[in-house]
């Protein structure tokens, strides 16, 4: 009875400690999860960029520029070095289709204007699917909407090859997949601008 007692206590103690982490734990998946569904916007990184903090004054001020322009057009983030172009399905494309609607030919073309105007920049053209296909099917489906969308571009004017493409199917999502306003936002095409290797050189060259 007397051991009984004295650990009574300890054993409360870690009871305690232990659902106090749990809680803590489930707290801080929760504070990820609205993180991943309402602003994953900003957390996204522009493949073929630099994550650094900090961003020459050169490389700065032009995808500064760029991205002001573009803006105009469609939602547009500044990450990094780089920026990223975020263009949903329906501006695009009908439901589980990779052919571009007539109308869409338009916006893309004022798009492939002001990125051929700067020129210093390669492109990354990815797809993005909700996840309620097969996975094949939606990395398919992801790959001709990307061919689709930078097959526009050059058609208006920019070289491909300053252009790849990249199918993600649902593998990186912007929002939950449970309700359908969030898969509607996860069907997207990015594009995604980043500094080539000649203005890279400029941005570490002194000024004479």
């Known amino acids: 009875m007397i051991e009984s007692a004295v650990q009574r206590p300890w054993q409360l103690l870690v009871y305690g400690l232990c659902l106090l982490l749990v809680t803590a734990c489930a707290s801080n998946d929760g504070a990820r999860?609205?993180?991943?569904?309402?602003?994953?916007?900003n957390e996204r990184a522009v493949i073929g960029g630099s994550d650094k903090a900090v961003v020459g004054p050169v490389i700065a001020q032009y995808m500064d520029d760029q991205a002001r322009e573009l803006r105009v057009l469609a939602e547009t983030l500044r990450s990094g070095d780089g920026i990223i172009v975020t263009l949903p399905e329906k501006r695009l494309f009908k439901l589980n289709s990779g052919t571009l609607d007539p109308h869409s030919r338009r916006a893309l073309g004022k798009i492939a204007a002001i990125?051929?105007?700067?020129?210093?920049?390669?492109?990354?053209?990815?797809?993005?699917?909700?996840?309620?296909?097969?996975?094949?099917f939606d990395i398919h489906l992801s790959e001709r909407r990307a061919k689709a969308v930078a097959d526009a571009l050059v058609k208006s004017g920019v070289p491909r090859t300053r252009i790849r493409i990249m199918g993600m199917g649902?593998?990186?999502?912007?929002?939950?997949?449970?309700?359908?306003?969030?898969?509607s936002r996860n069907r997207r095409v990015e594009i995604h601008i980043a500094p080539d290797e000649q203005l890279r050189i400029e941005a570490r060259t002194p000024p004479v």
Not at 115 to 136: I, P, Q, S
Not at 170 to 183: K, L, S, V, Y
């Open 115 to 136: 990125v051929d105007k700067y020129a210093k920049t390669h492109l990354t053209v990815v797809g993005h699917t909700d996840d309620r296909g097969f996975a094949d």
């Open 33 to 41: 999860a609205k993180r991943r569904d309402a602003g994953g916007l």
């Open 170 to 183: 649902f593998a990186r999502p912007i929002a939950g997949n449970d309700t359908a306003e969030g898969r």
